[in-house]
């Protein structure tokens, strides 16, 4: 959990040192600052996510039905890197916010209500309890399930409101 925290803090603090110096150089007259400023925008956005939720959802399905070197081998090659890959996608979005928000955007950080983050929030959460899922029976027969529903509807399921 520390571990989770200082990363992606360290990731939100790197974000916002780069649009804030993304913010200066366009203030100061250069384009090249807006083309910076787009590049950490375009870098991620609330629906990515859901392929990401798929991934990591079948990833969580084959462990828990595989025996546990093929578990371990599964959770440090793919589902690991999987929830790294969120953490720092949604760790980029909120330091781009951050400075958006710094910068005088004061509308910027309404953006983090988009109901789409709650994917990367189930994937850290997800691989947060992996450990205790995996060691009760009941519990892995559970989210065997929620597992398998959860990587059909994120992969076939358009979650349009």
Known sequence: MNR???????VTVLTVALAALSFAVEQKGYA????????LDNLANAATFVPLAAIYAFASVLMMILPLRAAGFVHTNGATPTYA?????????VGVLVARFAFGDRAALWALLDWQFLFAGAIIAAHLLMNE?????LLRTIFFVVFIA??????????RL
């Open 85 to 93: 890959a969120t953490l720092v996608l949604l760790a980029t979005i």
């Open 4 to 10: 989770t925290v200082a990363s992606f803090l360290l």
């Open 133 to 137: 899922l995996r060691r009760n029976v």
């Open 32 to 39: 090249f600052g807006a083309l910076g400023l787009a590049r």
């Open 150 to 159: 959860a990587t059909l509807a994120c992969l076939f399921w358009t979650f």
